[in-house]
Structure formats: structure tokens, C-alpha cells
């Protein structure tokens, strides 16, 4: 969420920076919904300052024993005007907010300019692929030959994009989490949380993902509340009225209807990322700056829609609607934000240094930046499978962004008022893409799988996964 008053001030350079993410200028009209909000207020101020002046005269009058009823009926009047002025602002003032909270964050002066992911910029690589003596496979035909990964069956549980994992790729894929959280919560000073999976709107409008995206999410919907509501009230309603006409038939059904929907309406989305619960910790609390940074990791499920995924990546585990990762979140004072930033990189990139996986490091240009993303690093795995780096990890600092959707803020020591807080968060990593990074890095020429040696205390033992004779 933006902050009006700099937009105010230097509406040139908020376009300017819109202009960077390739947007058209916006100032315009928020400004004339902040114009008209301020000028309704000082409206209703100025009808308060007037009937506290009849007020007063109200007083001279009574004490002169003279009538005082045609002022009365001004003050009255006043009162009215007042509310409807107040009731006016405050509509204005939400629909400022709602077009305020669909205008993504502004990059930040070092991010590259560009449209798409063709623009990002390449930092740096780490490690050099394996030359192998054979034509390399795809993580999905090595799991297929395996007998440990199943699509069709997971389409039959589930439908398209979900896998069914057993044996002892399902004892990897666990491994691989159990590992990294081990790293983020041993060495690298993050505390573990086991949040809800669900969350509230608001939950999910506090870090962006609401209201403009919510297609690519998971919702519930009390459908068995609905349901019961419809049943027992339909059937009192038949008993206990007599029906007169269809008209009377048709009010009962929609006034059923109506409160069926605000039934519905009480629903829970599915987290698409732990950032989601991991950020929202902080929502409308004022901390203590001795408390910052405050480092939390979790590993959750995650659901993804996919809306905008047509036709990309159908086959395999790259793009799922379910997947496990570890998440990182950092809150953090204004000061510490781009230093925060760079060792949250650092701590996803030591995962994939200890798996020994080839990687590269790339700066996300304006135009391939998330919504509330000031600046985004990805690192993306090699797949020797696919002969082409893929995304496993996004890590983003978000400003205070965040932070003022969900009213999150600190104290500094001698400071009287408070700050907003800063917002970061990465993949430490995609745990189901990682584990694609480790099938298909390291295969052999038969199809098995070589355990990293960072895995082996988790694996009992195994040191290869072979197919089941």
C-alpha cells in the first residue's frame, strides 16, 4: 500500500517510478479522489465550526430568556449535514484505498529496467554443470522408471498438475525439507513456526496477494453450512406461511438465498507461499526495535492455481498446484533492510552449495518483479535434463509495503512516535523442485539416483536410489 502524502508531493516522480514497471501514469486520478476526500472533510469540519457558533448564540439567547427554537433547528440541520459529509468522506477515503492497494510497489533505484524475464540481469554462477557421458533424462522419467513418482495416479486422485511420490524419493523429498530447515534454523539464526495453512483476506491483502490476484489462488467455501441453512429454513418457511401469490414464494427464496451467500462468503483460502502467515505475525503490533531483525522460517505446503500457466510446464513436477517449501521472513528497521536482503540471498544460496548444485544468481528487472517486491533476486538450479537453469528460489525486499497493509510497525528507542517496518521474504528453497535439481544432477547412466552427501544423515543409510528389483 502506498502512502499518499509523497505521492502529494511528487505526484512526477511516482508516475516516473510506475513508468519503470511499465505502468501508466496513475497520479491523476489519485490525486482527484484525494482532492475530493480532504474538500468533503473540511466541509463537515466547517459545519462543525459553524454549529458550535449557533451553539453558543443558543446559550446568549436562553440567558436573555429570548426563543431559541429557530437556532435549535439549524443545529439540528447541522448535525445532519455533518453526518452525511462524514459518511461521504469516508466512502471517498475507502475508494482512495481501494485503488491505492491495486498499485504495485515501486522498484527500487538499482533494479534494471525491462519487461520481461529476458531483461533480468545475471549476477553471478556458482559452480560448473557436470560433463556427463550420457544423454541426461528428465526428473520425470527418471521417477517414472523409478516406480517412485505416479501422475496418473495423483490425476485420478486429484487432476492435472499433482504427483503422486513413494518409496524412497517420498523418503527424499522429506530429507531435502528436513535439511533445510535444520541449515536455516541451526546456523543461520531463523526460528522455526508451524503456521496455518489457511488464512483470512486479510491475511492474504497484507501481503499482496489480495485483492488483485486472488485467481491465482485456493479458496473453501462452507458449502455444508450453506446447505444446512437451505434445509432448515426452507422447510420452516413452507411450514409456517400461506403462500398467497408466486411473489411471496419468490421473496422467502431470496431472501434464503441471500443469507446462503453470506454463508459462502465466510470462507478460507489456501496459502499459496508460508509468507503469508510467517509476514502477517506482525500485523498490527508495534515492536520494539531491540526485537529486529526477526528472522522466522517455515516448512508448509503450498497451492497454486496456476491461472496464468496455460500450456507452460504440463508435464513433470516444475509447476504443481501442491508443493512443500521453506519460506524465510525477515522484519527488519529501514536501515537494516538491504543488508537483510543480501544475507537472506546467502542463506538460500547455502543450501545448493551444500547439495553441490550448479546455480546462477539474477536480478529481476521492473517488469518481471511480484506486486510487492521492491527488488527480487532469483537463483535458478541447473537442470541438466532440461540443459537450462529454472527458478527454485525468489527472495524480495518489500519496503514497507507490506507493512502499511497490515498496519505493522516498531518503536525506536528515544524516537517518541513509530516506523513503519520492513518486509523480506525467500525460498529457502522449493523443496519439489530441489528435489528435481538432485534427480537430475545426480543421475546415472542407468537411470539411479546418487544421495548428496549433505542428505545422507537423513536417508538411513542410502546412499543410491535404484528401482525396486
Avoid at 510497489?105 to 520481461?116: I, Q, S
Avoid at 503422486?164 to 543461520?188: H, I, P
Avoid at 490476484?213 to 479458496?219: A, G, P, W
Wanted: proline share 4%; with cysteine; net charge negative.
Amino acid at each position: 500500500m502506498h502512502d499518499i502524502k509523497p505521492i502529494r508531493e511528487n505526484p512526477a516522480a511516482f508516475d516516473a517510478a510506475l513508468a519503470r514497471r511499465g505502468l501508466a501514469p496513475l497520479s491523476p486520478q489519485i490525486l482527484a479522489l484525494d482532492a475530493a476526500r480532504r474538500e468533503t472533510l473540511t466541509r463537515a469540519q466547517a459545519i462543525q465550526t459553524e454549529r458550535n457558533q449557533l451553539s453558543k448564540e443558543i446559550g446568549q439567547r436562553k440567558a436573555k430568556g429570548e426563543d431559541a427554537s429557530d437556532i435549535l433547528l439549524a443545529v439540528s440541520k447541522s448535525k445532519l449535514a455533518q453526518t452525511e459529509a462524514e459518511l461521504k468522506a469516508a466512502e471517498q477515503q475507502a475508494m482512495l484505498e481501494a485503488e491505492l492497494s491495486l498499485i504495485p510497489n515501486l522498484p527500487a533505484d538499482d533494479v534494471p529496467v525491462g519487461k520481461d524475464e529476458n531483461d533480468n540481469v545475471e549476477q553471478r554462477k556458482q559452480g560448473e554443470p557436470a560433463k556427463l557421458d550420457f544423454k541426461p533424462k528428465e526428473h520425470g522419467d527418471l521417477g517414472v522408471a523409478l516406480g517412485m513418482m505416479d501422475f496418473e495416479k495423483a490425476a485420478k486422485i486429484s487432476g492435472a498438475r499433482f504427483v503422486v511420490l513413494s518409496g524412497q524419493l517420498a523418503r527424499l523429498e522429506r530429507a531435502l525439507g528436513q535439511f533445510m530447515l535444520d541449515l536455516q534454523t541451526g546456523e543461520n539464526g531463523y526460528r522455526e513456526v508451524r503456521p496455518p495453512v489457511l488464512v483470512r483476506d486479510h491475511a492474504l491483502f497484507g501481503t499482496g496477494q489480495l485483492p488483485k490476484f486472488e485467481e491465482d489462488l485456493f479458496k473453501t467455501i462452507d458449502m455444508g453450512g450453506v446447505y444446512q441453512h437451505l434445509k432448515t429454513n426452507l422447510q420452516s418457511a413452507v411450514d409456517g406461511i400461506n403462500f398467497s401469490s408466486m411473489d411471496e414464494v419468490y421473496a422467502v427464496m431470496r431472501g434464503l438465498l441471500k443469507e446462503a451467500e453470506q454463508i459462502a462468503a465466510n470462507k478460507l483460502w489456501l496459502i499459496p507461499t508460508a509468507e503469508v502467515p510467517l509476514t502477517n505475525l506482525v500485523r498490527e503490533t508495534i515492536l520494539d526495535e531491540a526485537a529486529l531483525p526477526m528472522r522466522v522460517t517455515a516448512l508448509t505446503p503450498c497451492f497454486r492455481a496456476e491461472a496464468g500457466a496455460a500450456g507452460k510446464d504440463t508435464t513433470g513436477m516444475i509447476r504443481q498446484h501442491q508443493f512443500d517449501k521453506v519460506e524465510l521472513v525477515s522484519i527488519v528497521t529501514p536501515e537494516q533492510s538491504e543488508a537483510e536482503h543480501e544475507r537472506m540471498l546467502g542463506c538460500a544460496e547455502e543450501v545448493l552449495k551444500r547439495l553441490g548444485l550448479p546455480y546462477r544468481v539474477i536480478t529481476l528487472c521492473t517488469g518481471d518483479m511480484g506486486f510487492s517486491a521492491r527488488k527480487t533476486y532469483d537463483i535458478e538450479v541447473w537442470l541438466p535434463g532440461q540443459n537450462r537453469y529454472r527458478e527454485i528460489s525468489s527472495c524480495s525486499n518489500c519496503g514497507d509495503f507490506q507493512a502499511r497493509r497490515m498496519d505493522a510497525r516498531f518503536k525506536a528507542k528515544g524516537e517518541k512516535g513509530t516506523r513503519f517496518v520492513h518486509t523480506l521474504n525467500g525460498s529457502g528453497l522449493a523443496v519439489g523442485r530441489t528435489l528435481i535439481a538432485v534427480m537430475e544432477n545426480y543421475q546415472d547412466a542407468d537411470g539411479n539416483i546418487r544421495v548428496p552427501e549433505a542428505l545422507k544423515p537423513y536417508m538411513g543409510g542410502i546412499e543410491t536410489i535404484k528401482a525396486a528389483s
